[in-house]
């Protein structure tokens, strides 16, 4: 199994450099750590009283992978999800915070499975986790990246700001889409007319 660091350093190097992008509602950003988040971790790297952009710019790579393992996946309680979803959902939750835990919720009660869809990783969605991988082990995880990638769909068709990070300029698969798929075998990828047919109403 893959250590949890490494999955964080694929997570960090995926992320990128700093950004701070008007339509990110995460604000100014480096290696997926928002200004928020840093916030409420109180992270003045700076020193200056105050955390801003200037901390985040100064964030470096390991202390990112620290925060990623330390607040995004043994907090959540991710590390008690059947191993084979742990790095999708950790990858989700650093990217859609506890929507990631929701997208899996819903999954599982579609898979009719009783669990309470808020977010929140619990006994229940541990015991549900684990009743559906044991059902499915072959699918589950695709199943997850799927809905995930529905998931990112849906939201850029509600947001059109955020169309850019779903498709790129020339109508190709964007950010969101390809970062999902990385999680979902090949044979379930969408070719790119597929990808095109469920954007072409996007403005």
């Known amino acids: 199994m893959q250590k949890i660091t490494d999955i964080a350093r694929e997570i960090v190097a995926r992320e990128g450099g700093y950004v701070d992008d008007r339509d990110d509602p995460g604000g100014p950003t480096k290696y997926g750590v928002t200004v928020h988040t840093m916030r409420r971790l109180g992270l003045d790297l700076t020193g200056d009283g105050q955390v801003d952009a200037d901390d985040v710019k100064v964030l470096t790579r390991a202390h990112a992978v620290s925060i990623f ?7 959540p309680k991710i590390d008690q999800l059947p191993a084979p979803l742990q790095a999708t959902v950790f990858d989700m939750y650093v990217n859609a915070g506890s929507n990631a835990v929701k997208i899996l919720q819903r999954l599982l009660g579609e898979m ?10 619990g006994p229940q969605t541990i015991s549900a986790a684990k009743k559906a991988f044991e059902a499915a082990p072959d699918h589950l995880v695709d199943a997850y990246g799927i809905a995930r990638r529905n998931y990112y769909y849906d939201l850029a068709g509600r947001r059109p700001t955020s169309r850019k990070y779903a498709r790129r300029r020339d109508g190709g698969k964007g950010g969101w889409i390809t970062r999902a798929e990385t999680f979902i075998a090949p044979r379930y990828h969408l070719t790119d007319t597929e990808h095109r047919e ?4 996007w403005v």
Do not use: L
């Open 69 to 75: 393992v330390d607040h995004y996946f043994r907090r």
């Open 112 to 121: 009719r499975i009783d669990v309470t869809v808020d977010g929140a990783i």
């Open 198 to 201: 469920r954007t072409a109403q």
